[in-house]
């Protein structure tokens, strides 16, 4: 089974019990159909980056969970729906998790990045293509006052 | 239609011959004019009870034909009767030539090439089994350095996976089920997380308003 992590934004309404049973829910989900739940992090209260609504409330603020699991995938289709489904959850989102992570510069020494991030491939042809375009609106445009 | 047909055949006419109209004749050979009229349309009245008038020949010239046709008939049956007895005569010699010495003879040459072709067999065949081994070595030699590989390989997986189990079977103590859920949701709720931290190139973490590192975010990744 691989493992996955799953980052949950809950309804920043819901108190304290409400919040555990929440929790709990998933949890037990997991677990019934096979899976083990590794560990989960509370990452508090937050403002949402934009206003998103969902089961007919728009939210502002939500509080952050994030929760490791492995899980088989043929279960993982069902249990998003579910996540979806449940109205304490704003927004459900569920990605692979690497057992160990490994910088992109580090599998390939030719690649130099800083910070784990890969150049884009297609900087220095853009960069030529851009001065290359200036250089001729340019001159277009000293044509034109001609 | 019929201009047309006059026009094809202007160079036959010269020769006093008539065609029927419905027929367009082309280097003697006759085609029929299909598509123009339905099958089932009967004849014009025009041509109900027309006759076509025979051929006109020139009786000199057919006598002459006549004369020249007998004489390639003869000639021919002569040359034909000529190759059936020589043919004859020579199945005759070869029956003889069987019955007195040419059987043996001929058995003692099959023996002889016979002889020939099973050496040079042997000879061909030495060179292929040569060859085959020499293939056959050098396949498992490179056999036996791929075996080593992959052997070398596997046993890399296997140690790897089995440090994999080792650490989850060491991580499983504090994995969470439902005998301790409701324990580690409330451990879960009064703690709280930030990832939300500058780290510097080699990825350590920067603390806020200070200069000093702390330890890599790998492998502590608390607030």
């Given at each position: ?8 934004i809950v ?115 853009r960069a ?19 | ?52 008038k025979p ?169």
């Amino acid at each position: 089974m691989p493992t996955y992590e799953l980052a949950l934004i809950v309804r920043a309404a819901l108190e304290r019990p409400q919040l555990a049973n929440c929790l709990k829910r998933t949890c037990t989900y997991i677990l019934d159909r096979g899976g083990v739940v590794r560990q989960m992090e509370n990452l508090g209260n937050k403002n949402l980056p934009y206003i998103i609504s969902s089961h007919g409330h728009r939210h502002t603020e939500g509080n952050y969970f994030t929760v490791d699991f492995d899980l088989s995938p043929n279960q993982m289709s069902t249990l998003r729906k579910v996540l979806l489904q449940d109205s304490d959850v704003v927004r459900p989102g569920i990605v692979h998790k690497e057992e160990k992570f490994v910088r992109p510069c580090v599998k390939n020494p030719e690649n130099e990045c800083d910070f784990g991030e890969l150049k884009n491939p297609d900087f220095e042809k853009r960069a030529w293509k851009k001065q290359i375009l200036r250089r001729v609106q340019y001159k277009m445009k000293a044509s034109r006052n001609k | 239609m019929a201009s047309a047909c006059v026009r094809t055949c202007n160079s036959l006419k010269s020769l006093n011959i008539v065609y029927p109209l419905s027929l367009r004749v082309c280097n003697s050979s006759v085609i029929s004019v299909r598509w123009r009229k339905p099958r089932w349309i009967p004849k014009t009245q025009s041509k109900l009870f027309y006759v076509r008038k025979p051929t006109p020949r020139d009786e000199e010239e057919n006598k002459m034909l006549m004369q020249k046709y007998a004489n390639y008939r003869t000639q021919m049956k002569a040359i034909r009767s000529y190759f059936t007895k020589f043919v004859q005569e020579e199945k005759q010699a070869r029956k003889e030539y069987d019955k007195s010495v040419g059987i043996e003879q001929e058995l003692a040459e099959v023996r002889l090439s016979i002889e020939v072709n099973a050496q040079w067999n042997q000879e061909s065949a030495n060179i292929r089994e040569a060859r085959e081994l020499a293939e056959a070595q050098k396949s498992a030699k490179i056999k036996a350095i791929k075996d080593q590989k992959q052997k070398e390989k596997d046993e890399e997986q296997i140690a790897e996976l089995q440090s994999r189990i080792d650490n989850n079977i060491k991580f499983s103590e504090k994995f969470i089920t439902q005998e301790n859920m409701d324990e580690e949701i409330e451990k879960v709720l009064d703690s709280r997380k930030d990832f939300n931290f500058p780290i510097n190139r080699k990825g350590q973490r920067l603390t806020r308003g200070k200069t000093k590192l702390k330890e890599d975010i790998s492998s502590e990744p608390d607030a």
